[in-house]
C-alpha cells in the first residue's frame, strides 16, 4: 500500500485529521483510511478484501473482521471523512474531499 497517497491537500489538514493519525487512533480506522486513500470508491467486500489481506501495513494488525472494519468505517464517517452510498451492490465507501 502506498502510504503517500493521501487526497486531501496539505492546507486542509484539519484537528480532526490530526486526531486520526494520533497514536490513540485504532489501527483499523488507520487501516480503513489508508485503503480508502489508495482505492477510493470501493464497495463494502473490495474494503473488507483489502483489509484483511494487508501483510506489509502495520495498520491492518487490528483488522481481524469484517465488524472491526465496519466500526472504523462507521467512526470515519462520524468524524466527516467518510461517505457511503446505497446502490445494488452495496454501499460504495469513498474519502469527502472538501
Known sequence: MNN?????????IS???KELFSSSSKKEILCVYKILCNENKIPSKRLIEIA???EEN???FGCASADNIFRAIKKLQEMGFV???LCKEGYIWELIED
Open 4 to 12: 503517500n497517497k493521501v487526497p486531501l491537500k496539505s492546507n486542509k
Open 83 to 85: 461517505i457511503g452510498h
Open 52 to 54: 484483511l489481506s494487508q
Open 58 to 60: 502495520e495498520e491492518c
Open 15 to 17: 484537528p480532526m485529521l
